[in-house]
């Protein structure tokens, strides 16, 4: 599977073909599946999907943070800034973490250790990458801390995890990955265990700590709400693999994969009339249970014959669009599907 | 979690509740009395621990005002050698437990982050010093040797007890190390040295410490038996153990030359066995059976 795209002129962050692999008791599982991608300095990638389709695994790969029995295959490539990450020392990869490219998790209530106080936690930070005394980290954790908004910062740093909403344990966490400047946030699911007014504030944060200091953002998310809001660009995937990408506006005006449209369908609009939401039937298929056409089809409303025998490539579409679909060749079906539906 | 209170640095919690509890303050006071009264032992005590102070005349004579627990067989003062001996043996204990609570929190720390087929050697042999009575491993090891100086006797009970701390250790840090904030501290770059001891040596602290000041108790009650034995501390140096053992041949027609230090050895391993029950609820509050 090479991708023939052409590529982007010096991005930030770089994935080709990547592959994890899992040993299991079923046997070998391929959770990601040749995911490539590119982030140029700069911008946001949004990547979406249900649950279960690789986009977290995809996340800790970039800094790999792959454990056993998990294994990035050979053949993956990952360039960080000129750099390939999957050949790094552990030393060096340790440099990268959290002061180049820094992630934030999902689960603020388990991602910040329950034992040190918030300030504590942020300076530990400080301390792993720059030279200085401790009260020094502690300053600029406690700056830290009211750059991302929370107010008394200088008694909040003193307080631990428990004694904070989940809000401003989220702030903490956005704290622990800005404090060193990074120039990628990788950011998995930030506002997902938030509630929604919260989460509008979070991401208006994360936004401009990123415009601010020019960096790029990998921003994993099932809310197509939040992509819209914040990235310039989208990747959708699907069963381990990228299933169709395009920027922003593009993709909201003409998805072109039948699952993206399904997403879209999915999502409920303001100011329209109370009604079912539109779902996709069925689930996401476990790695080890997908089949050898398109991963798709057995919930795709257009499906015929060629697509559980076949899979599709990811097929090039011009200005920054792919989808991988038999579609893109057989346009026809798509009026067809249509007009079948319709009589 | 049955640690957090305590690695969260919240000690005023901890003590607050010790201190709330009747049994556990108890127990403190007559621990604190008892260190102080070995410690203060050579001020207080009113003859030499070896000296013969008459051997014709003084003979297993009963307690009276000038001997307030009477003497023994030698015609030596049992108070000032209870009052030596406990220093040996209290020395002897919390030394042995220190060197206990050092190689088990670490060989449990190494073998809960070790990958699987070397984390399995270290538990087997874990397995196989749990498997052997730790008495007749005591004994074994002891009668091998020609002399047991106190170093060696503390050495070797040390290096006897280690194995439940250390797969005590080893359960909770593998508990742990798949935690969130364990990956995301490592997703900042944390050194694989920082993950052990900031992120996962905190949180076996807490049973650790509870399971070290129970073994305290247990050690004492060893080394009282190894030493009534002969195998111990060797006379004339006093322990509570051989001054029992010094007494045990006329426990009918002077029972006090035993009962003093018996006595002093069962109060403090009773205070300290509710000393590390006080601690374990205060740690673990949600422990606790319901009143």
Known sequence: ?343 | MTSIALASGDWRVIAQRLRTDRRSLLAGAVLAAMIALVLLGPLLSPYRPYEQLDITHLVHAPPSAEHLLGTDSYSRDVLSRVLSGGRVSLAVATSAVLIEVLVGVLWGLASGLAGRGIDTLMMRIVDAGLSVPRVLLLLALLAAMPSVPVWLLVLVLGLTGWFGTARLVRGEVRTIRGADYVLAARALGATPARLALRHLLPHALGPVLVASTLAVGQVIVLEAGLSWLGIGVQPPQPSWGNIIGDGYEFIASAPWVSLGPGFCLVLVVLAVSALGDGLRDALAPRQLPRT
């Open chain 1, 1 to 343: 599977m090479t991708d023939t795209r052409t590529p982007m002129s010096d991005p930030l962050l770089s994935l080709r073909d990547v592959r994890v692999t899992f040993r299991t008791a079923d046997g070998l599982i391929t959770p990601v599946d040749g995911v490539s991608f590119d982030i140029a300095r700069g911008e946001t990638l949004a990547l979406v999907g249900e649950s279960g389709c690789g986009k977290s695994l995809t996340a800790l790969t970039i800094l790999r943070l792959i454990d056993a029995p998990g294994r990035i295959e050979p053949g993956s490539r990952i360039l960080f800034d000129g750099r390939d990450v999957l050949t790094l020392g552990d030393k060096e990869l340790r440099g990268i973490r959290g002061k180049q490219a820094a992630m934030i998790f999902q689960e603020p209530m388990t991602a910040l250790n329950p034992v040190y106080s918030a300030g504590e936690q942020i300076a530990e930070v400080v301390r792993t990458h720059a030279d200085g005394s401790r009260s020094a980290a502690w300053d600029r954790a406690v700056a830290m801390l009211g750059a991302v908004g929370i107010p008394s910062p200088e008694i909040r740093a003193k307080q631990f995890p428990h004694q904070l909403s989940g809000g401003m344990r989220q702030r903490v966490m956005i704290a622990m990955a800005l404090v060193m400047n990074p120039s990628l946030l990788i950011a998995d699911e930030p506002t997902t265990a938030l509630d929604v007014t919260i989460q509008a504030q979070l991401l208006d944060l994360l936004r401009e700590a990123q415009q601010a200091r020019g960096a790029s953002m990998l921003l994993i998310t099932h809310d197509l709400g939040v992509v819209a809001e914040s990235a310039q660009r989208v990747a959708v995937m699907y069963a381990g693999q990228i299933v169709e990408e395009a920027p922003v506006t593009t993709l909201f005006a003409a998805p072109q994969h039948p699952y993206t449209q399904g997403l879209m369908a999915a999502m409920p609009r303001a100011g329209t009339r109370r009604q079912r939401l539109t779902t996709i039937p069925g689930t996401v298929p476990p790695p080890g249970a997908w089949p050898t056409g398109c991963r798709f089809a057995d919930r795709c409303a257009y499906a015929w014959s060629r697509c559980t025998t076949e899979a599709p490539p990811l097929h090039q579409l011009g200005d920054g669009r792919s989808s991988r679909c038999h579609l893109v060749t057989e346009p026809e079906r798509r009026v067809a599907q249509i007009a079948g539906a319709m009589a």
